[in-house]
């Protein structure tokens, strides 16, 4: 068990360029979650994988935003025509959902990436 | 739809003092709670969860919380604190196994 870990770390972009971001979940893994967390703000849900499927977006992630789960595994969210207004930290958590309910596992978070549209 | 207050935007505690964050929660149905702790540079760290069952939850590194339904209250709590305590902290409500909404977050200082 390696944990969640994200690539970059750290990316500066100038506005109207795309970005694209990875997360590695911990192995086996079903979900995948992503969240947004701007200065002095908790992290805001942006959209969630089970397995490969995208189950549900928030309505922060406007058309500009896309994400994927190609295989189950890693994930990518990308951003198109970057925005100052998108500056923050993007979160990544992954969780093994069981199958018997009740069942809440912990959601585990990477480090994030810390976007800064200039 | 769920949400979180957190009142406290910044709490200055002393070494060795006991701590109190409080976390207030509008949720319809039975909640989720969570707190999580966030240093700088860091993920979030999982501190407790609550689901049902004990009103009272254990944690990691010595905190505790207790889930009051009447006040729709999760405050979390520390007998004695430590310099290694000072970070962020984040009440959180899930909604049975889907996202997870979180208060805005308390930055706790510690005195020496």
């Known amino acids: 068990d390696t944990g969640v870990s994200q690539d970059p770390r750290h990316k500066i972009t100038k506005r109207g360029q795309n970005v694209t971001f990875r997360c590695d979940p911990i192995s086996e893994h079903n979900r995948l979650y992503w969240y947004r967390q701007t200065l002095g703000q908790g992290p805001e849900f942006l959209t969630y994988?089970?397995?490969?499927?995208?189950?549900?977006k928030s309505r922060l992630l406007s058309d500009r935003f896309s994400a994927e789960r190609p295989k189950g595994s890693f994930s990518t969210l990308e951003i198109q025509r970057t925005e100052q207004g998108d500056s923050a930290m993007y979160l990544c958590a992954s969780m093994r959902r069981g199958l018997d309910p009740p069942s809440y596992n912990e959601q585990f978070f990477g480090p994030g990436t810390r976007l800064t549209v200039l | 739809a769920q949400s979180v207050t957190q009142p406290d935007i910044h709490i200055t505690v002393s070494e060795g003092a006991s701590l109190e964050l409080r976390c207030n929660y509008s949720?319809?149905?039975?909640?989720?709670l969570f707190w999580y702790v966030q240093s700088p540079g860091q993920g979030l760290q999982l501190l407790l969860k609550y689901f049902s069952g004990d009103t009272l939850v254990q944690g990691i590194k010595g905190f505790e919380a207790e889930f009051k339904r009447s006040q729709s209250s999760f405050n979390l709590r520390k007998p004695s604190v430590h310099w290694s305590d000072a970070a962020e902290y984040f009440c959180a409500v899930g909604d049975n196994g889907n996202k997870l909404v979180f208060g805005a977050g308390t930055i706790l200082r510690v005195k020496s």
């Open positions: 994988f089970q397995n490969e499927a995208q189950l549900e």
């Open positions: 949720y319809g149905a039975t909640p989720y």
